[in-house]
Nanobody, 119 residues
């Protein structure tokens, strides 16, 4: 079993920045892919950004140019840095990790951390 523990959420003013962290209970090199998702009230969970074990990154269109995903393998932690925050970035942000490849891939989720962008 893998544990993912997010931190760093909170209340941020529009135009501000935040950094989210997700500490994994095993070496991040073990994961095929790690990602951040978010879910706003009344909406489906959506991908924000992902990073593979080969450091290939992918960003959702709404956050391109404003978000950076990175991994510190010595700390087994994946980060999400977001700048120029907008009210529409308000959501619960979830860390996601995938172990192995389909069809036997295992998917793990963190408990989520609330991000609220408001003045």
């Amino acid at each position: 079993q893998v544990q993912l523990v997010e931190s760093g959420g909170g209340l941020v003013q529009p135009g501000g920045s935040l950094s989210l962290s997700c500490a994994a209970s095993r070496n991040t090199f073990d994961f095929y892919n790690m990602a951040w998702y978010r879910q706003a009230p009344g909406k489906q969970r959506e991908l924000v950004a992902s990073i593979t074990r080969f450091d290939s990154t992918n960003y959702a269109d709404p956050v391109k140019g404003r978000a950076t995903i990175s991994v510190n393998s010595t700390k087994n932690t994946v980060y999400l840095q977001m700048n120029s925050l907008k009210p529409e970035d308000t959501a619960v942000y979830y860390c996601n990790a995938r172990l192995g490849r389909p069809p036997t891939q295992l998917v793990f989720w963190g408990q989520g951390t609330q991000v609220t962008v408001s003045s």
